[in-house]
């Protein structure tokens, strides 16, 4: 139970950030992205701030042995820079050009009823949920 | 190149608050706050979705309760719905694809020092940039 209190509390926190930080604005990160044009430095800063905060507080978590609620830190199995991680990030890339938003700050959008957010956030979804039905098409035995 | 809207204040304290979200969610649970791995995984159906539900909740309610004290946030949407829809799905495809997203490589891989979420994050953010470029100053807007 504190354990799902502490998932929560951390998901308030992150939307709180999302919004003070502006990041929730599409119309913000495309100024970001406008590099050649009237640029907003801002989400640099964003980025700034964030590591500040998560590189000290990822190195304290991971100095325990476990973490505060139990269970085991997460870790990835993967090592090596492949062509699924560069290619995967060049299509997200170009989504999250071609209209400002990314999952984060697209789910919290939501909290404010726009219809623009559902749809791409259903659409996330979808391109989600394809990419899944892609795997097990080619992969029967179950990962 | 001009410079515009620059909100340097505002844009650390709330990265602030995102960097100590994710650290707080890690050092509690043990889990990634990367919103496309944590999604994702609802897809994939992997029998934890309480905590995944409650932390995307949470991401609704942290943006709710901003808005209460603050005023509705400005959330500006100027692409027409096909190209929110084939946007959604390159996004949708391409975190899974690359197993991450802002949140997830681009904080929690990096404060980690990941290469692999260094490498990602360099390239989404080209692609992103050269996505604009063309969108805004070759083809002249969506």
Do not use: N
């Amino acid at each position: 139970m504190l354990r799902l209190a502490a998932t929560l509390g951390a998901g308030i926190v992150f939307g709180i950030g999302l919004v003070v930080s502006q990041m929730i604005d599409p119309g913000k990160v495309l100024a970001f992205l406008d590099i050649t044009g009237k640029w907003d430095p801002s989400l640099a800063l964003v980025m700034a701030g964030a590591l500040a905060v998560a590189i000290p507080g990822f190195r304290l978590a991971a100095a325990r042995k476990v973490p505060v609620f139990g269970g085991g830190f997460d870790q990835s199995r993967q090592r090596s820079i492949d062509g699924r991680l560069l290619s995967g990030a060049a299509v997200f890339g170009v989504g999250w050009g071609l209209v400002g938003f990314c999952p984060g700050p697209a789910i919290a959008a939501l909290a404010f009823g726009r219809w623009e957010a559902l749809l791409f956030v259903l659409a996330m979804l979808a391109g989600a949920w394809l990419f899944h039905l892609g795997r097990r098409r080619h992969a029967p035995v179950s990962a | 190149m001009t410079i515009e809207g620059f909100t340097p204040v505002s844009a650390l304290i709330g990265g602030a608050l995102i960097g100590l979200a994710a650290a707080m969610l890690y050092a509690a649970t043990g889990r990634i706050a990367g919103v496309s791995g944590i999604a994702g995984g609802l897809l994939r159906r992997s029998g934890d979705a309480p905590w995944r539900l409650l932390f995307l909740a949470g991401l609704m309610v942290g943006a709710a309760l901003t808005a209460l004290v603050a005023g509705a946030p400005s959330i500006r949407v100027e692409t027409a719905w096909p190209v929110l829809v084939i946007a959604g799905l390159l996004v949708g495809y391409g975190t899974q694809l690359g197993s991450g997203c802002t949140s997830g490589h681009g904080v929690c891989g990096i404060a980690r020092f990941s290469r692999r979420s260094i490498a990602a994050t360099i390239v989404f953010m080209a692609a992103a940039a050269l996505t604009v470029f063309i969108v805004r100053h070759a083809v002249g807007g969506a």
